[in-house]
């Protein structure tokens, strides 16, 4: 099997100082694509450039203190891209892949972090500029091998995916532009919702975001924003889907999904 998980740190200190790293010497990922990293190449040094036996690949943003996405991997890549070549987002460190090529197959794992619009009109804008840009990027990788992107799309695509879907109507992440684009790259993009795939009815189990306020992750007032979105190849060989919440490292649950490579 290899397993493969994604999980939004909001800040790798934070997440390291309430277990991340004992969690992942027990869980054994092959890979751990991780979001909203929120530190700069000194503050890895020495500290964050592996975990857990695993070696990191990232792209930290510009601004200190933000955003930032990164793979843990125990396997060696063949090449790292770093960045999709949008130079508006690229300086915000939204995208890494990391590729595991041999003569026998192409595949990649994608680690994203897609913009937030919560915060005002303005970033919503540039989640929609995000969108424009990252959905030709995944088309053409499409073409070209086969891939797994995890991340934290901020956007919840059905009603299911999140607790209180009739008043987010009008709310970042629930849009209705949004959720277009969403079911635009899974039907239209030819990719696959791998943990959809394998849970279609999930409802409350499928939450993987709490906000901070009003006791939402004692009440279970969540959302699904974490995803694996895969080549439909790829995903056809995924066996099982966990959302890991006994413990908690941010406001973010890891998404573990087991994939059979034994047939790939």
Same mark, same amino acid.
């Given at each position: 099997?290899?397993?493969?998980?994604?999980?939004?740190?909001?800040?790798?200190?934070?997440?390291?100082?309430?277990?991340?790293?004992?969690?992942?010497?027990?869980? +054994?990922?092959?890979?751990?694509?991780?979001?909203?990293?929120?530190?700069?190449?000194?503050?890895?040094?020495?500290?964050?450039?592996?975990?857990?036996?695993?070696?990191?690949?990232?792209?930290?943003?510009?601004?200190?203190?933000?955003?930032?996405?990164?793979?843990?991997?125990?396997?060696?890549?063949?090449?790292?891209?770093?960045?999709?070549?949008?130079?508006?987002?690229?300086?915000?460190?939204?995208?890494?892949?990391? =590729?595991?090529?041999?003569?026998?197959? +192409?595949?990649?794992?994608?680690?994203?972090?897609?913009?937030?619009?919560?915060?005002?009109?303005? =970033?919503?804008?540039?989640?929609?500029?995000?969108?424009?840009?990252?959905?030709?990027?995944?088309?053409?990788?499409?073409?070209?091998?086969?891939?797994?992107?995890?991340?934290?799309?901020?956007?919840?695509?059905?009603?299911?995916?999140?607790?209180?879907?009739?008043? &987010?109507?009008? &709310?970042?992440?629930?849009?209705?532009?949004?959720?277009?684009?969403?079911?635009?790259?899974?039907?239209?993009?030819?990719?696959?919702?791998?943990?959809?795939?394998?849970?279609?009815?999930?409802?409350?189990?499928?939450?993987?975001?709490?906000? &901070?306020?009003?006791?939402?992750?004692?009440?279970?007032?969540?959302?699904?924003?974490?995803?694996?979105?895969?080549?439909?190849?790829?995903?056809?060989?995924?066996?099982?889907?966990?959302?890991?919440?006994?413990? =908690?490292?941010?406001?973010?649950?890891?998404?573990?999904?087991?994939?059979?490579?034994?047939?790939?």
């Amino acid at each position: 099997m290899f397993k493969l998980t994604t999980l939004n740190l909001n800040g790798i200190r934070s997440a390291t100082s309430k277990g991340l790293h004992d969690w992942l010497e027990q869980h +054994k990922p092959d890979c751990i694509c991780v979001q909203e990293v929120k530190a700069q190449q000194p503050d890895l040094a020495g500290k964050f450039e592996s975990l857990a036996g695993l070696q990191g690949y990232f792209q930290l943003a510009e601004k200190k203190g933000y955003s930032g996405v990164g793979i843990y991997t125990q396997l060696q890549p063949s090449d790292v891209r770093i960045g999709y070549q949008n130079a508006e987002f690229d300086a915000e460190g939204r995208c890494v892949e990391l =590729r595991f090529d041999t003569p026998q197959r +192409k595949f990649s794992v994608i680690s994203a972090y897609f913009p937030s619009g919560s915060s005002g009109p303005e =970033r919503q804008e540039a989640k929609y500029r995000f969108l424009d840009s990252f959905y030709p990027h995944l088309q053409q990788l499409r073409a070209e091998r086969e891939f797994v992107l995890c991340g934290d799309v901020n956007i919840a695509h059905q009603e299911i995916d999140l607790k209180n879907f009739k008043g &987010n109507r009008k &709310n970042s992440g629930f849009l209705p532009e949004e959720r277009a684009w969403m079911g635009k790259l899974l039907s239209d993009g030819g990719l696959v919702d791998v943990y959809r795939q394998l849970e279609p009815e999930a409802t409350e189990a499928c939450y993987t975001w709490w906000s &901070n306020r009003g006791q939402a992750y004692a009440k279970n007032v969540g959302w699904r924003l974490d995803y694996q979105i895969a080549t439909p190849a790829l995903a056809a060989l995924a066996r099982k889907a966990e959302i890991y919440k006994e413990q =908690r490292f941010s406001d973010h649950a890891p998404l573990i999904i087991d994939y059979d490579f034994s047939s790939f």
